[in-house]
């Protein structure tokens, strides 16, 4: 079974900067749609961000657009979350997901075949 490695989480002071990393530890994910969710404790997993496979178009939860930005390289075979602005509400266990085109249910965790373990992000005020 083909796993996602994660990595980027760690902890940062409320407006500061993180960039998460996500990689199939196998074989290549070039036209596969990737999601990034989070999970905070006690709450469901939400939305976070997706990206097409072809690396456009890209969506975003309301609660972080315009501080958060996804991107791929499929040189590099990686997803990335570039986070700016974290909010100490932004903290949550942070997990990438992927699958064969599935662009029209992205925002459905349900949907996605393959994740990533979670990488942790605390944002401290």
């Known amino acids: 079974q083909v796993q996602l490695v994660e990595s980027g989480g760690g902890l940062v002071q409320a407006g500061g900067s993180l960039r998460l990393s996500c990689a199939p530890s196998e074989r290549t994910f070039s036209r596969y749609d990737w999601g990034w969710f989070r999970q905070a404790p006690g709450n469901e997993r939400d939305f976070v961000a997706a990206i097409r496979w072809s690396g456009d178009p890209t969506d975003y939860a309301d609660s972080v657009q315009g501080r958060f930005t996804i991107s791929r390289d499929n040189t590099k075979n990686t997803v990335y979350l570039q986070m700016n602005s974290l909010k100490p509400e932004d903290t949550a266990v942070y997990y990438c997901?992927?699958?064969?085109?599935?662009?029209?249910?992205?925002?459905?965790?349900?949907?996605?075949?393959?994740w990533g373990q979670g990488t942790q992000v605390t944002v401290s005020s």
């Open positions: 997901a992927a699958n064969p085109t599935l662009w029209g249910r992205r925002r459905l965790d349900t949907e996605y075949d393959y």
